[in-house]
């Protein structure tokens, strides 16, 4: 069966701090693979995605991920995280690039940043 | 609409009753997905549909789930016999669908919270 891995589950950092949140799936073949992230009482938004091309991708509020095809991962990344960036992250892989699809998610890793 | 609405956003039953659970997709998205999200648990896999049709239905649980889509819009999923283990809250996603860089990026809605005493 096709897994998305989260390694973290939780992760607390004071507000400057560099982030780093893992991302590994289990999949030979062509990928998209997406961020999404929930802040608290929200609904699920999409952070950033990846089809193809450059492998550093950028998204919205400072977010960039690296699709490192040899290793499976995605892991995301931002320089100063913010108070406001505290919520929780779910990596997602869709198996077999572009046509129409599942999305295959991970558990989620909860970010909690201290002002 | 503007975004993916789903009603009810909460719903408590007793055990044994069955749920309807509505999602109406943004305008133009042929492409519907349902997710369920339990704590701790990440998200879900229940079904998808493009318009009418259901290509993989393989992450309903079992017999008691079904859904359906009508007029390639408008979606409900039906929980009969509702058990305890199904509390949840059930996601609905819309994308654009077909092939492409927009078919597999999906805009959630809020969710329906699903509690079963």
């Known amino acids: 069966a096709q897994s998305v891995s989260q390694h973290n589950h939780h992760v607390i950092l004071s507000e400057a701090a560099s982030l780093e949140l893992g991302c590994n799936y289990s999949y030979g073949g062509t990928v998209n693979l997406f961020w999404y992230v929930q802040y608290p009482g929200q609904h699920l938004q999409l952070l950033l995605k990846y089809f193809s091309g450059d492998p550093l991708v950028k998204g919205i509020k400072g977010f960039e991920a690296e699709f490192i095809k040899s290793k499976f991962s995605f892991n995301l990344r931002k320089p100063s995280v913010q108070w406001s960036d505290t919520a929780e992250y779910f990596c997602?892989?869709?198996?077999?690039?572009?046509?129409?699809?599942?999305?295959?998610f991970g558990r989620g890793t909860q970010l909690t940043v201290w002002p | 609409g503007a975004g993916v609405s789903q009603s009810p956003s909460n719903k408590v039953t007793e055990k044994g009753k069955d749920v309807e659970l509505r999602c109406d997709p943004i305008?133009?998205?042929?492409?519907l997905y349902w997710y369920r999200q339990s704590l701790g648990q990440g998200l879900e896999f229940l079904i998808y549909f493009q318009g009418n049709s259901a290509p993989d239905k393989s992450g309903l649980p079992s017999d008691r789930f079904s859904a359906e889509r009508t007029g390639g819009s408008v979606s409900t999923l039906t929980i009969q016999r509702t058990q305890q283990e199904d509390s949840a809250v059930y996601l609905c996603?819309?994308?654009?669908?077909?092939?492409?860089?927009?078919?597999?990026?999906?805009?959630f809605g809020a969710g329906s919270r699903l509690t079963v005493l």
């Open positions: 305008s133009g998205h042929t492409a």
């Open positions: 997602a892989v869709k198996l077999g690039g572009s046509t129409l699809g599942r999305l295959y």
């Open positions: 996603a819309s994308s654009l669908g077909g092939r492409g860089s927009g078919a597999n990026v999906l805009t």
